[in-house]
């Protein structure tokens, strides 16, 4: 069964950093992109950043560019995101998902999904 655990959330001041973590169990990681969403209280769920399955490209919302970076540890199946310069504006839950396709940014493209990690940013 092909499952998606994310970790890593939590409080933080602005200015601060988190790492987040999505683990994959049922399925290799490196045969899918991976994308990381979020989903603030009122506002649609979007994209943030994707690592491409293959090339190993990655690919950023604007809003993260320079503040967040991707990578994935493929001995850990694991995906991770480095949130660095975090605003309060960066609170939400954050969700990994997971096609066998490229990276877009259109979460409804994604079959997979896992719970979901709570980032809170103080200001």
């Known amino acids: 069964q092909l499952q998606l655990v994310e970790s890593g959330g939590g409080l933080v001041q602005n200015g601060g950093s988190l790492r987040l973590s999505c683990a994959a169990s049922?399925?290799?990681?490196?045969?899918?992109?991976i994308g990381w969403f979020r989903q603030a209280p009122g506002k649609e769920r979007e994209g943030v950043s994707c690592?491409?399955?293959?090339?190993?490209?990655?690919h950023y919302a604007d809003s993260a560019k320079g503040r967040f970076t991707i990578s994935r540890d493929s001995a850990k199946n694991t995906v991770f995101l480095q949130m660095n310069s975090l605003k309060p504006e960066d609170t939400a839950i954050y969700y990994c998902?997971?096609?066998?396709?490229?990276?877009?940014?259109?979460?409804?493209?994604?079959?997979?999904w896992g719970q979901g990690t709570q980032v809170t940013v103080s200001s």
């Open positions: 998902a997971a096609r066998q396709l490229i990276c877009t940014p259109r979460s409804r493209l994604y079959p997979y």
């Open positions: 049922g399925f290799t990681l490196d045969d899918y992109a």
């Open positions: 690592f491409s399955r293959g090339n190993n490209s990655r």
